[in-house]
Protein backbone atom coordinates (compact mmCIF):
# COMPACT_ATOMS: atom_id res chain seq x y z
CA UNK A 1 0.00 0.00 0.00
CA UNK A 2 1.35 3.26 -0.82
CA UNK A 3 1.56 6.22 1.64
CA UNK A 4 -0.93 8.25 -0.41
CA UNK A 5 -3.45 5.49 -0.48
CA UNK A 6 -2.84 4.80 3.01
CA UNK A 7 -3.71 9.06 3.86
CA UNK A 8 -6.53 8.46 1.14
CA UNK A 9 -8.13 5.61 3.73
CA UNK A 10 -7.41 7.64 6.63
CA UNK A 11 -9.20 10.52 5.48
CA UNK A 12 -12.18 8.45 4.59
CA UNK A 13 -12.12 7.41 7.92
CA UNK A 14 -12.19 10.59 9.28
CA UNK A 15 -15.02 11.92 6.84
CA UNK A 16 -17.11 9.16 8.31
CA UNK A 17 -15.75 9.35 11.86
CA UNK A 18 -16.58 13.05 11.76
CA UNK A 19 -20.02 12.64 10.54
CA UNK A 20 -20.77 10.37 12.85
CA UNK A 21 -19.67 13.00 15.75
CA UNK A 22 -21.65 15.36 13.40
CA UNK A 23 -24.78 13.44 13.74
CA UNK A 24 -24.40 11.65 17.26
CA UNK A 25 -24.10 14.92 18.72
CA UNK A 26 -27.01 17.14 17.07
CA UNK A 27 -27.15 19.75 20.03
CA UNK A 28 -23.75 20.91 19.64
CA UNK A 29 -23.71 24.47 17.86
CA UNK A 30 -21.60 23.37 14.54
CA UNK A 31 -22.47 26.63 13.23
CA UNK A 32 -21.15 28.40 16.21
CA UNK A 33 -17.44 28.17 15.32
CA UNK A 34 -18.44 29.14 11.41
CA UNK A 35 -19.19 32.67 11.68
CA UNK A 36 -16.66 33.65 8.95
CA UNK A 37 -18.26 31.53 6.43
CA UNK A 38 -21.53 31.89 7.23
CA UNK A 39 -21.53 35.60 6.50
CA UNK A 40 -25.14 36.35 5.60
CA UNK A 41 -26.21 33.61 4.80
CA UNK A 42 -29.90 34.80 5.45
CA UNK A 43 -32.68 31.68 4.57
CA UNK A 44 -35.84 33.34 2.76
CA UNK A 45 -38.57 31.20 3.20
CA UNK A 46 -40.61 32.42 0.42
CA UNK A 47 -37.61 32.27 -1.99
CA UNK A 48 -36.50 28.65 -1.22
CA UNK A 49 -40.43 27.88 -1.34
CA UNK A 50 -40.57 28.94 -5.17
CA UNK A 51 -36.64 27.64 -6.24
CA UNK A 52 -37.86 24.29 -5.05
CA UNK A 53 -41.23 24.87 -7.38
CA UNK A 54 -38.91 25.18 -9.92
CA UNK A 55 -36.96 22.27 -9.57
CA UNK A 56 -40.01 20.27 -8.68
CA UNK A 57 -41.55 21.07 -11.97
CA UNK A 58 -38.90 20.60 -13.77
CA UNK A 59 -38.57 16.97 -12.72
CA UNK A 60 -41.60 15.78 -11.99
CA UNK A 61 -44.32 18.23 -13.50
CA UNK A 62 -47.58 18.49 -12.22
CA UNK A 63 -47.49 15.58 -10.52
CA UNK A 64 -48.58 15.87 -7.00
CA UNK A 65 -45.71 16.00 -4.29
CA UNK A 66 -47.09 15.20 -0.60
CA UNK A 67 -45.64 15.79 2.85
CA UNK A 68 -43.64 12.73 3.40
CA UNK A 69 -44.08 12.99 7.26
CA UNK A 70 -42.09 9.85 8.94
CA UNK A 71 -41.52 7.90 5.87
CA UNK A 72 -38.55 10.12 5.02
CA UNK A 73 -36.32 11.74 7.62
CA UNK A 74 -32.82 13.75 6.16
CA UNK A 75 -30.17 14.32 8.42
CA UNK A 76 -27.45 16.47 7.62
CA UNK A 77 -25.18 19.06 9.77
CA UNK A 78 -26.16 22.61 9.79
CA UNK A 79 -23.41 23.83 8.44
CA UNK A 80 -20.77 21.76 6.33
CA UNK A 81 -16.92 23.52 5.91
CA UNK A 82 -16.30 20.73 3.28
CA UNK A 83 -18.71 21.92 0.96
CA UNK A 84 -17.65 19.47 -1.60
CA UNK A 85 -18.26 16.93 0.44
CA UNK A 86 -21.44 17.05 2.76
CA UNK A 87 -22.61 14.07 4.31
CA UNK A 88 -26.04 13.16 3.87
CA UNK A 89 -28.30 10.64 5.73
CA UNK A 90 -31.59 9.12 4.73
CA UNK A 91 -34.06 7.37 6.43
CA UNK A 92 -36.54 5.93 4.86
CA UNK A 93 -39.63 3.73 6.18
CA UNK A 94 -39.33 0.00 5.10
CA UNK A 95 -42.68 -0.59 5.72
CA UNK A 96 -43.88 1.67 2.55
CA UNK A 97 -43.14 0.20 -0.63
CA UNK A 98 -40.89 2.60 -2.13
CA UNK A 99 -39.66 2.12 -5.13
CA UNK A 100 -37.28 5.29 -6.01
CA UNK A 101 -35.16 7.86 -4.15
CA UNK A 102 -34.46 11.47 -5.96
CA UNK A 103 -32.07 13.73 -3.69
CA UNK A 104 -31.86 17.34 -4.49
CA UNK A 105 -29.68 20.54 -3.55
CA UNK A 106 -32.19 23.17 -4.84
CA UNK A 107 -29.96 25.47 -4.75
CA UNK A 108 -27.22 24.04 -6.92
CA UNK A 109 -26.93 24.61 -10.55
CA UNK A 110 -27.84 20.77 -11.35
CA UNK A 111 -30.06 20.58 -8.27
CA UNK A 112 -30.95 16.72 -8.65
CA UNK A 113 -28.18 15.20 -7.22
CA UNK A 114 -29.23 11.91 -8.19
CA UNK A 115 -32.39 9.23 -8.94
CA UNK A 116 -31.91 5.62 -6.98
CA UNK A 117 -33.98 2.87 -8.27
CA UNK A 118 -34.66 -0.15 -5.86
CA UNK A 119 -34.97 -3.39 -6.88
CA UNK A 120 -35.42 -6.34 -5.14
CA UNK A 121 -32.53 -7.04 -3.53
CA UNK A 122 -32.77 -3.43 -1.40
CA UNK A 123 -33.41 -3.57 1.98
CA UNK A 124 -34.95 -0.02 2.43
CA UNK A 125 -33.98 1.72 5.27
CA UNK A 126 -30.85 4.28 5.48
CA UNK A 127 -28.63 5.64 2.72
CA UNK A 128 -25.81 7.60 3.73
CA UNK A 129 -24.19 9.27 0.86
CA UNK A 130 -22.05 12.86 0.28
CA UNK A 131 -23.04 15.62 -1.94
CA UNK A 132 -21.98 19.57 -3.45
CA UNK A 133 -23.72 22.07 -1.85
CA UNK A 134 -22.48 25.31 -3.84
CA UNK A 135 -24.57 27.28 -1.37
CA UNK A 136 -26.98 27.74 1.36
CA UNK A 137 -29.60 25.43 0.08
CA UNK A 138 -32.21 22.91 1.38
CA UNK A 139 -32.34 19.68 0.51
CA UNK A 140 -35.05 17.87 -0.85
CA UNK A 141 -35.71 13.61 -0.72
CA UNK A 142 -38.48 12.43 -2.35
CA UNK A 143 -39.41 8.94 -2.64
CA UNK A 144 -42.34 7.04 -4.65
CA UNK A 145 -44.20 4.42 -3.39
CA UNK A 146 -45.37 1.60 -5.73
CA UNK A 147 -48.67 3.17 -6.18
CA UNK A 148 -47.15 6.34 -7.50
CA UNK A 149 -47.47 8.47 -5.17
CA UNK A 150 -44.41 10.99 -4.91
CA UNK A 151 -43.52 12.17 -0.77
CA UNK A 152 -41.23 14.45 0.17
CA UNK A 153 -39.01 16.23 3.25
CA UNK A 154 -36.38 18.83 2.91
CA UNK A 155 -33.92 20.17 5.26
CA UNK A 156 -31.71 23.19 4.78
CA UNK A 157 -27.72 22.71 5.33
CA UNK A 158 -24.93 25.39 4.95
CA UNK A 159 -22.03 25.49 3.17
CA UNK A 160 -20.36 27.11 0.17
CA UNK A 161 -18.47 26.94 -2.97
CA UNK A 162 -19.07 23.23 -3.48
CA UNK A 163 -19.17 23.27 -7.23
CA UNK A 164 -16.02 24.99 -7.69
CA UNK A 165 -13.90 23.41 -5.37
CA UNK A 166 -11.05 21.97 -6.74
CA UNK A 167 -10.41 18.19 -6.33
CA UNK A 168 -8.56 17.32 -3.05
CA UNK A 169 -5.60 15.24 -5.20
CA UNK A 170 -3.07 15.75 -7.62
CA UNK A 171 -4.33 14.57 -10.90
CA UNK A 172 -1.66 11.64 -11.53
CA UNK A 173 -2.97 10.28 -8.40
CA UNK A 174 -6.46 10.66 -9.22
CA UNK A 175 -6.16 9.33 -12.32
CA UNK A 176 -4.08 6.62 -10.74
CA UNK A 177 -6.54 5.35 -8.44
CA UNK A 178 -10.23 6.28 -11.19
CA UNK A 179 -12.22 3.84 -10.85
CA UNK A 180 -11.34 1.77 -8.01
CA UNK A 181 -14.58 0.13 -6.31
CA UNK A 182 -14.40 -0.98 -2.52
CA UNK A 183 -17.71 -2.53 -1.06
CA UNK A 184 -17.17 -2.86 2.54
CA UNK A 185 -19.71 -5.06 3.99
CA UNK A 186 -20.89 -5.84 7.70
CA UNK A 187 -21.15 -9.75 8.29
CA UNK A 188 -24.95 -9.73 9.54
CA UNK A 189 -25.86 -11.60 12.45
CA UNK A 190 -28.99 -13.23 11.76
CA UNK A 191 -27.63 -14.25 7.58
CA UNK A 192 -30.15 -11.86 6.03
CA UNK A 193 -29.37 -8.07 5.62
CA UNK A 194 -26.25 -6.64 4.87
CA UNK A 195 -25.18 -2.87 5.89
CA UNK A 196 -22.39 -1.81 3.13
CA UNK A 197 -20.62 1.14 1.93
CA UNK A 198 -19.71 1.33 -1.75
CA UNK A 199 -16.71 3.61 -2.26
CA UNK A 200 -15.86 4.80 -6.33
CA UNK A 201 -12.64 6.63 -6.63
CA UNK A 202 -13.68 8.86 -9.51
CA UNK A 203 -12.91 12.72 -9.43
CA UNK A 204 -17.01 13.61 -10.88
CA UNK A 205 -15.20 16.37 -12.33
CA UNK A 206 -18.27 18.96 -12.89
CA UNK A 207 -16.72 21.19 -15.13
CA UNK A 208 -16.33 24.22 -13.11
CA UNK A 209 -13.12 23.14 -11.28
CA UNK A 210 -9.94 24.56 -12.02
CA UNK A 211 -6.93 22.54 -10.45
CA UNK A 212 -4.53 24.40 -8.55
CA UNK A 213 -1.53 25.44 -10.49
CA UNK A 214 -3.24 24.95 -13.72
CA UNK A 215 -5.00 27.92 -15.15
CA UNK A 216 -7.85 26.29 -17.74
CA UNK A 217 -11.05 24.78 -16.14
CA UNK A 218 -10.62 20.67 -15.87
CA UNK A 219 -13.28 19.50 -18.21
CA UNK A 220 -16.22 17.63 -17.19
CA UNK A 221 -16.51 14.15 -15.98
CA UNK A 222 -18.53 12.53 -13.64
CA UNK A 223 -20.40 9.13 -13.08
CA UNK A 224 -24.11 8.97 -14.57
CA UNK A 225 -24.71 5.52 -13.68
CA UNK A 226 -23.78 3.35 -10.66
CA UNK A 227 -25.66 -0.17 -11.16
CA UNK A 228 -25.40 -2.80 -7.79
CA UNK A 229 -26.79 -5.91 -8.14
CA UNK A 230 -26.75 -9.07 -5.72
CA UNK A 231 -26.68 -12.31 -7.53
CA UNK A 232 -27.81 -11.05 -10.70
CA UNK A 233 -30.73 -9.31 -8.73
CA UNK A 234 -30.83 -5.29 -8.79
CA UNK A 235 -30.01 -3.44 -5.31
CA UNK A 236 -30.19 -0.22 -6.77
CA UNK A 237 -29.29 1.86 -10.05
CA UNK A 238 -28.54 5.28 -9.54
CA UNK A 239 -28.68 7.49 -11.89
CA UNK A 240 -26.08 10.27 -10.82
CA UNK A 241 -24.97 13.78 -11.25
CA UNK A 242 -22.65 16.65 -10.75
CA UNK A 243 -23.78 17.35 -7.57
CA UNK A 244 -22.40 13.67 -6.24
CA UNK A 245 -19.00 14.61 -4.38
CA UNK A 246 -16.38 13.11 -5.80
CA UNK A 247 -15.14 9.47 -4.98
CA UNK A 248 -18.89 8.88 -4.41
CA UNK A 249 -19.43 6.77 -0.99
CA UNK A 250 -23.02 5.10 -0.44
CA UNK A 251 -24.01 3.44 2.38
CA UNK A 252 -26.85 0.54 2.07
CA UNK A 253 -28.33 -2.02 3.35
CA UNK A 254 -29.09 -5.26 0.81
CA UNK A 255 -30.63 -8.61 0.92
CA UNK A 256 -28.10 -11.23 -0.22
CA UNK A 257 -29.67 -12.88 -3.67
CA UNK A 258 -29.36 -15.95 -5.68
CA UNK A 259 -25.57 -16.74 -5.39
CA UNK A 260 -25.08 -13.63 -3.55
CA UNK A 261 -22.07 -12.40 -5.59
CA UNK A 262 -22.20 -8.57 -5.46
CA UNK A 263 -21.28 -6.96 -8.78
CA UNK A 264 -20.81 -2.77 -9.39
CA UNK A 265 -21.34 -1.24 -12.56
CA UNK A 266 -20.20 2.22 -13.21
CA UNK A 267 -20.84 4.24 -15.86
CA UNK A 268 -18.70 7.91 -16.22
CA UNK A 269 -20.18 10.42 -18.56
CA UNK A 270 -17.16 10.05 -21.21
CA UNK A 271 -18.11 6.18 -21.29
CA UNK A 272 -15.75 4.80 -19.51
CA UNK A 273 -17.26 1.35 -17.51
CA UNK A 274 -16.09 0.35 -14.36
CA UNK A 275 -17.00 -2.73 -12.99
CA UNK A 276 -15.72 -4.95 -9.94
CA UNK A 277 -17.68 -8.40 -8.47
CA UNK A 278 -17.37 -9.04 -5.18
CA UNK A 279 -17.43 -12.78 -3.29
CA UNK A 280 -21.01 -13.86 -1.85
CA UNK A 281 -20.30 -13.52 2.56
CA UNK A 282 -19.26 -16.94 3.85
CA UNK A 283 -21.82 -17.64 6.44
CA UNK B 1 -21.56 6.60 27.84
CA UNK B 2 -21.00 9.86 29.88
CA UNK B 3 -16.85 9.93 29.45
CA UNK B 4 -17.49 8.82 25.89
CA UNK B 5 -19.68 11.84 25.03
CA UNK B 6 -16.96 14.02 26.82
CA UNK B 7 -13.88 12.68 24.45
CA UNK B 8 -16.20 13.01 21.85
CA UNK B 9 -16.37 16.40 22.59
CA UNK B 10 -12.75 17.08 23.25
CA UNK B 11 -12.23 15.51 19.56
CA UNK B 12 -14.66 17.07 17.61
CA UNK B 13 -12.53 20.12 17.21
CA UNK B 14 -10.01 18.63 15.78
CA UNK B 15 -12.04 16.45 13.31
CA UNK B 16 -13.76 19.03 12.17
CA UNK B 17 -10.58 21.12 10.75
CA UNK B 18 -10.45 23.31 13.93
CA UNK B 19 -7.18 24.58 15.37
CA UNK B 20 -7.74 27.12 11.88
CA UNK B 21 -7.44 30.73 13.89
CA UNK B 22 -10.82 32.53 14.35
CA UNK B 23 -9.80 35.46 13.71
CA UNK B 24 -11.66 38.21 10.90
CA UNK B 25 -9.16 38.95 8.79
CA UNK B 26 -6.40 36.46 7.48
CA UNK B 27 -2.71 37.96 6.64
CA UNK B 28 -2.17 39.48 3.45
CA UNK B 29 -0.31 37.32 1.29
CA UNK B 30 2.34 37.92 -1.08
CA UNK B 31 1.16 36.49 -4.02
CA UNK B 32 -2.62 35.94 -4.91
CA UNK B 33 -4.33 33.48 -3.25
CA UNK B 34 -4.44 30.14 -5.31
CA UNK B 35 -7.26 28.50 -3.79
CA UNK B 36 -10.05 27.74 -0.97
CA UNK B 37 -11.43 30.97 -1.62
CA UNK B 38 -14.30 30.95 0.47
CA UNK B 39 -12.24 32.00 3.49
CA UNK B 40 -12.15 34.65 5.56
CA UNK B 41 -9.99 37.69 3.62
CA UNK B 42 -7.35 40.16 4.36
CA UNK B 43 -8.26 43.60 6.05
CA UNK B 44 -6.41 45.66 3.23
CA UNK B 45 -4.91 44.84 -0.17
CA UNK B 46 -2.08 46.73 -0.78
CA UNK B 47 -2.29 49.79 -3.60
CA UNK B 48 -6.28 49.24 -3.35
CA UNK B 49 -8.61 51.21 -1.21
CA UNK B 50 -11.18 49.05 1.07
CA UNK B 51 -14.81 50.30 0.64
CA UNK B 52 -17.95 49.23 1.77
CA UNK B 53 -21.57 49.49 0.28
CA UNK B 54 -21.77 53.10 0.96
CA UNK B 55 -18.24 53.85 -0.24
CA UNK B 56 -19.40 51.82 -3.65
CA UNK B 57 -21.90 53.69 -4.01
CA UNK B 58 -20.58 56.95 -3.78
CA UNK B 59 -17.67 55.55 -6.14
CA UNK B 60 -20.44 55.16 -8.33
CA UNK B 61 -21.82 57.90 -8.47
CA UNK B 62 -18.28 59.54 -9.22
CA UNK B 63 -18.23 57.20 -12.66
CA UNK B 64 -16.34 54.48 -11.17
CA UNK B 65 -16.99 51.20 -12.96
CA UNK B 66 -18.34 48.14 -11.21
CA UNK B 67 -17.08 44.38 -12.16
CA UNK B 68 -18.47 41.19 -10.07
CA UNK B 69 -15.64 38.47 -10.98
CA UNK B 70 -17.75 35.62 -9.13
CA UNK B 71 -17.11 32.37 -11.62
CA UNK B 72 -20.33 31.62 -13.62
CA UNK B 73 -21.71 28.18 -13.82
CA UNK B 74 -20.93 26.12 -16.55
CA UNK B 75 -23.48 23.50 -18.05
CA UNK B 76 -21.32 20.05 -17.90
CA UNK B 77 -21.48 18.88 -21.81
CA UNK B 78 -23.50 15.97 -22.72
CA UNK B 79 -25.30 16.46 -19.21
CA UNK B 80 -27.96 13.59 -19.73
CA UNK B 81 -31.36 14.14 -20.71
CA UNK B 82 -34.17 14.74 -18.25
CA UNK B 83 -31.71 16.29 -15.36
CA UNK B 84 -32.52 19.67 -15.11
CA UNK B 85 -29.95 22.75 -15.28
CA UNK B 86 -30.76 25.31 -12.83
CA UNK B 87 -28.05 27.93 -12.40
CA UNK B 88 -29.59 30.14 -9.83
CA UNK B 89 -29.70 33.96 -11.48
CA UNK B 90 -26.69 35.81 -9.99
CA UNK B 91 -27.91 38.80 -8.33
CA UNK B 92 -25.39 41.92 -8.47
CA UNK B 93 -24.99 45.57 -8.03
CA UNK B 94 -27.06 47.44 -10.84
CA UNK B 95 -24.64 48.86 -13.39
CA UNK B 96 -22.24 45.66 -12.82
CA UNK B 97 -20.04 44.42 -15.37
CA UNK B 98 -19.96 40.70 -14.46
CA UNK B 99 -16.14 39.22 -15.83
CA UNK B 100 -16.11 35.25 -14.33
CA UNK B 101 -12.70 33.50 -13.82
CA UNK B 102 -10.07 36.52 -13.52
CA UNK B 103 -10.20 36.58 -10.04
CA UNK B 104 -8.78 33.09 -10.02
CA UNK B 105 -5.14 32.46 -8.49
CA UNK B 106 -3.11 31.75 -11.57
CA UNK B 107 -4.87 32.22 -15.22
CA UNK B 108 -3.95 31.67 -18.43
CA UNK B 109 -2.18 34.40 -20.14
CA UNK B 110 -5.17 34.37 -22.42
CA UNK B 111 -7.38 34.85 -20.02
CA UNK B 112 -4.80 37.81 -18.31
CA UNK B 113 -4.69 39.56 -21.88
CA UNK B 114 -8.43 39.18 -21.83
CA UNK B 115 -8.79 41.28 -18.40
CA UNK B 116 -6.45 43.38 -19.26
CA UNK B 117 -8.09 44.42 -23.19
CA UNK B 118 -11.71 44.70 -21.27
CA UNK B 119 -9.91 47.15 -18.66
CA UNK B 120 -8.05 49.32 -20.70
CA UNK B 121 -11.96 49.27 -23.00
CA UNK B 122 -13.72 50.38 -20.36
CA UNK B 123 -11.64 52.67 -18.81
CA UNK B 124 -11.09 54.03 -22.06
CA UNK B 125 -7.37 53.73 -21.44
CA UNK B 126 -7.25 55.80 -18.24
CA UNK B 127 -5.17 54.15 -15.55
CA UNK B 128 -6.78 56.87 -13.17
CA UNK B 129 -10.84 55.74 -13.53
CA UNK B 130 -12.06 54.29 -10.08
CA UNK B 131 -13.27 50.61 -10.68
CA UNK B 132 -14.78 48.46 -8.06
CA UNK B 133 -13.98 44.67 -7.68
CA UNK B 134 -15.98 42.39 -5.76
CA UNK B 135 -17.39 39.02 -5.51
CA UNK B 136 -19.28 37.62 -2.63
CA UNK B 137 -18.08 37.82 1.27
CA UNK B 138 -15.32 36.12 2.37
CA UNK B 139 -14.28 35.15 -1.17
CA UNK B 140 -10.90 35.46 -2.48
CA UNK B 141 -11.44 35.86 -5.74
CA UNK B 142 -12.60 39.58 -5.83
CA UNK B 143 -9.39 40.60 -4.09
CA UNK B 144 -7.59 38.52 -6.56
CA UNK B 145 -8.82 40.49 -9.66
CA UNK B 146 -8.37 43.52 -7.74
CA UNK B 147 -4.32 42.71 -7.02
CA UNK B 148 -4.50 41.85 -10.91
CA UNK B 149 -6.02 45.33 -11.69
CA UNK B 150 -3.47 47.39 -9.17
CA UNK B 151 -0.74 45.31 -11.00
CA UNK B 152 -1.57 46.32 -14.31
CA UNK B 153 -0.99 49.74 -13.35
CA UNK B 154 -4.55 51.14 -12.12
CA UNK B 155 -3.98 53.70 -9.41
CA UNK B 156 -7.81 54.23 -8.00
CA UNK B 157 -8.76 50.49 -7.65
CA UNK B 158 -11.15 49.94 -4.83
CA UNK B 159 -12.16 46.60 -3.27
CA UNK B 160 -15.60 45.94 -1.89
CA UNK B 161 -14.85 42.41 0.21
CA UNK B 162 -18.62 42.57 1.68
CA UNK B 163 -19.41 41.71 -1.69
CA UNK B 164 -23.36 41.14 -2.94
CA UNK B 165 -24.10 39.99 0.48
CA UNK B 166 -23.14 43.48 2.14
CA UNK B 167 -24.74 45.04 -0.85
CA UNK B 168 -28.10 43.51 -0.59
CA UNK B 169 -27.93 44.17 3.33
CA UNK B 170 -27.28 47.86 3.19
CA UNK B 171 -30.92 47.68 1.67
CA UNK B 172 -29.67 48.47 -2.02
CA UNK B 173 -31.33 47.19 -5.10
CA UNK B 174 -29.67 44.41 -7.20
CA UNK B 175 -30.14 43.25 -10.35
CA UNK B 176 -30.05 39.97 -12.77
CA UNK B 177 -26.20 39.39 -14.02
CA UNK B 178 -25.23 38.20 -17.36
CA UNK B 179 -21.64 36.85 -17.77
CA UNK B 180 -19.33 37.83 -20.45
CA UNK B 181 -17.59 35.27 -21.95
CA UNK B 182 -13.95 35.23 -21.05
CA UNK B 183 -11.55 32.55 -22.51
CA UNK B 184 -11.18 29.62 -20.55
CA UNK B 185 -11.12 26.99 -22.91
CA UNK B 186 -9.22 23.41 -21.62
Known sequence: MTIEKRHRGLAVTVRWLALGVALALPGLPLAARADDDEVSQKVDPVEQAERWDLVRSAVFDNRPVQDAGDTVRIEAPDFWRESAMVPITIRLDPSKHIVSLSLFVDNNPAPQVGVFHFGPAMSVGEIKLFVRVNTLSLVHAVVETADGSLLSTARYVKAQGGCATPSTGQLKEIIARLGQIQLRRERPDDGSNVVSRLTINHPNYNGMQMSGGSTTLIPPRYLEKISVRSGGVTVFDLDSSISLSEDPSISFTYTPAGNGVMEVVATDSIGTVFTRRFAALAQ | ?186
Open chain 2, 1 to 186: MRTLRLALLLALPVLLGAGVPEASFAPEPGGFRMDDYNAPVPETLAGARVVDAAGVAEAMTAGAIVIDVLPAQRRPAAQPAGQPWLPLPRMEIPGSLWWPEVGRGGISAALDAWFQQRLTAVTGGDRDRAVVFYCKAACWMSWNAAKRAVGYGYRRVLWFPGGTEAWAEAGSTMQKGTPEAVPVGE
